[in-house]
């Protein structure tokens, strides 16, 4: 008999949460040095996304932010850390840390749909369709969070895994149980990652008991969970909450309104942390006739979301595939967002999104990890499988205008993520008044895959070579909101040689 | 302006080879305990394809090996290495390795195509397709092999890193410079990776001065490399020669008969290291049409190769995508083997290889990297995107017969390279008479995205996870022939922590 890694030990309930304000002292390849203020400036190569079409890369700027995390300044026309000091009011006193030659700061990867219940099933069960791994996988793991000591223990290692990976917000979707949810908000907050966070509700169409007794109670455990999240973070800084119909396959008309009305409510009522959607649209052909079987007289499957009030700028819908000219028109003037999962579309071979499509309707896309039916939760992958399923339709249809560019994909790895979680006024670039979420991530390592060796034609090169080649181990340090949560220095993981 | 690191540095020159024979002591999570012999039994987990349809795993077994590296007995009715050792004449006083319980041993993996000059291009360049991406990238980077010296410089940093990803055999394109090719054979050799070698036949077709003076240059300069590696390795033991045309647009109709000729001399030459053919083949519908321009007359590209004598069991033809009925009828008629390149092949939109056709057709297939037009010289990542590939092909098709079961691509990744590098006799699993080329594998550990953590349901959801959540950290020992060459725990590289 097969005997894993005992639980306790494998998803690290006695691990201690890294601190919210660690001190930069001692890490390796980075110079720091500490003054009196928290203000800090950081000085380097600093590379975020400017539009769809532009990656900016500043060879050498600085970077500064207050004391709560916001970025006061970028500012390219300085030759150091402390000329930028010395230049911007309120930084005399600045903390400073000057990058490595290979070193570059990156905005917070966005995953803009992740199943935080499926976490242990990952890179398994990809032998049939959606319908068969729901059935053979899903439905029993996401049930068994009825055991909310079983969220405790995945969710605690799946935020640090997710953070490590640079993953500095997260849209998840949870299980039907509102306790395991509320776990799984404390978590994010605990570990200091931003996330918009719900209660999945499902009547109907699942199987293994992964259903709720009624529409009555799935209605009251959401508010329960929207009440929760308030609770622990009012102002909405890092968790947010949002309400999960599963799919319009899942929710009967009744619990449909229902939720429209919560949605409705929430949104209306005197807040700083407003409620968002997050749902699954258009996944395979069978969805969505079963969607229509169950919602009969709709158009499409848009109009009925939007029927029930679920469609606005802060709806978030996975997947997005089989959509008809309909649905895409009604979703550009709802403005809602796209999570576009191609690694899990392509496991279980759902089709392909049509990404190009949706951008020229300008309807707001991010990327998405989609775990477990993707089978990693890097955003980097989510790229490279973004670009893969954008040139799986160019042979498709022989049209080399379906490729994404490689500015693109930035673009919908942070910017594009940040749009559809409706956090673009906060976060995904390194804009004037948002937070510091971001990376600092080195590509001169040498104990990693990422082979910069100086034949490279300039600084793009070491961003491609990160995307394409790179994982976790180039992710020195992770900050949200200004704050060091997360990344191998922190951990103490060896390094190799940065060379300088 | 950028400042990658230098040459020196980035290529590992100061970098000492790893022993041929290195000391198992010390290392980390494996109990070993030395005896006068130099006999080895392993006991642990061993996984290997017993067919395409079968991946078999012994749960506790033990595998012997001996002084050569060969493997004398697999025995899964022992309950621990003293007990194999008892048990198996001449095994006395064999050094005994265990592994721990999430280690496993698995044949060392087979890229069947790997150009070695492209390795700094990599992840760089995908922006059009095959034509833009040889004359913008691969042509001007493999014309400056003329200078040998950067050879030597990449060829090191590349064979250490093939191998700590666990690529025991590699069947490498070099560039059309003989001197580089041969410190490309010296590498190997020097470093203990089994290869196939030869110096890339180019005429006409190429750009950046990147062809040969003439036919006749061409030929003596692929036979001085043939001569090489047969001086340096005369056993073939490790080293073996192969002819390259790049493919039949880039070799003119004298040049390819003489190609035919000098094979055809070599093959029939008495000599333990047989020379093999490695080419490429219907790559891309231009490629194709170029090929029929230059060579008039053929039914098929098949047609063409085979009439100058080039098809064979020795003969390994990269891509393959755009085949006709008459090509896999000539291909399975000649035995020759095919290495898929999914990853390349959609990086340049080159198109879908037919994996289950080819497989039907009982034509041999093994997986290729081809870097640098794929990003990844992982064999797992060219598990992943073969997976990927037959799926898109069922999504293309509708029919769920294209997708490639997980038995079929752990198969196609060893046992099916080593048939495409007809080396299927010495290596690709663990049949006893082979040699031992092998990976020790640890899915336990903590600094990897492997999130093993007992609910798996059995064995081989630790290799699925391996195969499509791990890297490089979790081999943590490459044997080939019996030699210990790479795996960070000869690197010394932070392991974490493998729970017993």
């Not at 071979?349 to 939760?377: F, N, P, Q």
């Amino acid at each position: 008999m097969f005997r894993g890694r005992t639980r306790r030990e494998s998803v690290g309930d006695a691990a201690s949460p890294p601190p919210y304000t660690a001190s930069e002292a001692g890490a390796p390849g980075i110079e720091t040095k500490k003054k009196k203020s928290t203000r800090k400036v950081f000085f380097g190569r600093i590379i975020h996304s400017k539009s769809l079409k532009e990656v900016e890369i500043l060879h050498r700027a600085s970077l500064g932010i207050d004391d709560k995390g916001t970025i006061l300044f970028v500012d390219s026309s300085v030759a150091s850390a402390a000329e930028a000091c010395a230049k911007h009011a309120g930084f005399a006193h600045a903390e400073t840390v000057t990058l490595g030659p290979m070193q570059f700061l990156f905005p917070g990867l966005i995953d803009t749909h992740m199943h935080a219940p499926q976490y242990p099933n990952m890179a398994l069960g990809m032998e049939g369709d959606l319908k068969e791994w729901c059935e053979n996988w899903t439905d029993p793991m996401e049930a068994s969070y009825a055991d909310t000591a079983k969220a405790h223990r995945v969710y605690r290692e799946m935020v640090q895994r997710e953070l490590e990976n640079g993953s500095t917000t997260v849209a998840y979707n949870s299980s039907i149980h509102p306790d395991a949810t509320n776990v799984l908000a404390d978590t994010c907050l605990e570990f200091g990652q931003r996330a918009v966070i719900g209660k999945l509700c499902i009547l109907v169409g699942s199987t293994h008991g992964n259903w709720e007794a009624s529409a009555a109670q799935s209605l009251a455990d959401e508010a329960k969970v929207v009440r929760h999240i308030r609770q622990i973070d009012p102002a909405g800084e890092l968790v947010m909450p949002c309400i999960q119909p599963r799919a319009g396959s899942y929710v009967p008309p009744e619990l449909m309104a229902g939720l429209g009305e919560l949605y409705s409510r929430e949104s209306n009522s005197d807040t700083n942390n407003p409620v968002r959607v997050q749902a699954h649209m258009c996944e395979t052909p069978l969805e969505v006739a079963n969607m229509h079987a169950l919602h009969t007289g709709f158009e499409s499957y848009a109009d009925m979301y939007d029927h029930y009030g679920l469609f606005g700028p802060r709806t978030i819908l996975a997947h997005c595939i089989h959509l008809t000219e309909r649905d895409m028109q009604v979703m550009a003037a709802r403005k809602v967002g796209v999570a576009h999962n191609a690694n899990s579309n392509t496991c279980l071979t759902d089709g392909w999104c049509r990404v190009r499509e949706l951008l020229d309707h300008g309807i707001k896309v991010g990327l998405g990890t989609d775990c477990s039916a993707g089978y990693s939760i890097s955003i980097l992958n989510s790229m490279r499988q973004a670009s893969n399923v954008s040139r799986h339709l160019t042979i498709h249809t022989g049209d080399p205008g379906w490729k994404l560019g490689f500015d693109e994909l930035v673009y919908l790895a942070t910017m594009g993520g940040a749009e559809v979680c409706a956090l673009d006024h906060k976060v995904g670039n390194f804009g004037v008044g948002k937070a510091f979420d971001a990376l600092l991530v080195d590509v001169g390592l040498d104990d990693d895959n990422i082979n910069t060796n100086g034949f490279e034609h300039d600084d793009m090169a070491l961003l491609k070579k990160w995307v394409f080649m790179g994982d976790d181990r180039s992710i020195r340090k992770v900050f949200v909101g200004g704050r060091l949560v997360a990344g191998k220095d922190l951990k103490g993981v060896t390094k190799g040689v940065s060379t300088p």
